[in-house]
């Protein structure tokens, strides 16, 4: 039913791949079933050049080791218990990354509500970085694999033409970038994050 896209689609410079990715499918394919959700909301983080990225000043550690690495691994790290999962894009050795904020279920919707919890609305399941992985059982095991890869992968969706553009979330600390136009998503779509 999904096919993973190819790993030329994540050469694309960062902030025309942060758009791109919007419409795109997040699949992952679990033992209990297939569960996939549209792409909706991302977060460019611009390497070495942005206060707001973990790889600032090419700031490189085990946790931002594959950033370097090239376009489309995925880089998985941990935030207050959430695990948060981006795409590393740009060159080889420029340590980008794009987070993926926001996801709309369309694939696996009773797998998610009994990762999510039932007693939660549809719209909250999917609606923030560290929700969505729950939901989608999106683990730092991760870190390091390919989004061409199975069993979790992007896979060609339609593209988004209302697109909202806006300063990232949550990084108050960062001085000037706070406020870069970095954030991109899916105009009006209700599952994007409450920060709007």
């Known amino acids: 039913?999904?096919?993973?896209?190819s790993?030329?689609?994540f050469e694309a410079p960062t902030l025309e791949l942060s758009r791109s990715l919007l419409g795109q499918i997040l699949v992952h394919e679990l033992p209990e079933g297939i569960v996939a959700g549209r792409i909706v909301e991302t977060e460019a983080y611009m390497g070495a050049d942005d206060r707001a990225a973990h790889s600032f000043g090419n700031r490189r550690t085990k946790r931002t080791e594959v950033m370097f690495g090239k376009p489309g691994l995925v880089y998985t790290y941990q935030m207050h218990t959430h695990t948060l999962i981006n795409v590393v894009s740009g060159p080889v050795d420029t340590p980008r990354a794009i987070l993926i904020r926001a996801v709309e279920p369309v694939e696996g919707?009773?797998?998610?509500?009994?990762?999510?919890g039932k007693h939660m609305p549809i719209?909250?399941?999917?609606s923030g970085p560290g929700k969505l992985t729950k939901a989608m059982g999106i683990t730092m095991d991760y870190y390091g694999h390919h989004f061409t890869e199975r069993p979790l992968y992007i896979a060609e969706g339609d593209p988004v033409h209302?697109?909202?553009v806006g300063p990232?979330?949550?990084?108050g600390n960062s001085q000037e970038a706070v406020h870069y136009p970095y954030r991109?998503?899916?105009?009006?779509?209700?599952?994007?994050?409450?920060?709007?």
């Open 1 to 5: 039913m999904f096919t993973p896209v």
């Open 7 to 9: 790993a030329k689609f």
């Open 109 to 116: 919707i009773d797998l998610m509500a009994k990762l999510r």
């Open 123 to 126: 719209k909250q399941w999917t």
């Open 162 to 164: 209302a697109v909202a």
């Open 168 to 171: 990232r979330v949550g990084i």
């Open 184 to 196: 991109f998503w899916e105009s009006d779509n209700p599952f994007v994050s409450k920060f709007r």
